[in-house]
C-alpha cells in the first residue's frame, strides 16, 4: 500500500466515531433523512473494517 497502517486505522476510527455520533442524534429526536440508517450501517461496516485491515497490515502479517 501507498499509506502507512496507521492511516486505515485513524480513518477507521473516525468514521466508526462519525456514525455512533449520527445514531444518537437519532436516538435523541432529532430529524435525520431517512435514508441516514442505511448509511449509518454502512460507514459502520466500512471504519469497523478499515480498522481491523489496519491492525492487520500494523502486525505484518
Known amino acids: 500500500m501507498m499509506w502507512p497502517a496507521w492511516i486505515d486505522i485513524a480513518a477507521g476510527g473516525l468514521g466508526v466515531g462519525f456514525t ?14 431517512p435514508d441516514a440508517a442505511k448509511a449509518d450501517v ?18 505484518g502479517a
Open 20 to 33: 455512533l455520533m449520527s445514531i444518537g442524534r437519532r436516538r435523541a429526536g432529532k430529524p435525520m433523512h
Open 42 to 59: 454502512g460507514l459502520l461496516v466500512f471504519g469497523v473494517l478499515m480498522v481491523i485491515v489496519g491492525v492487520i497490515r500494523w502486525s
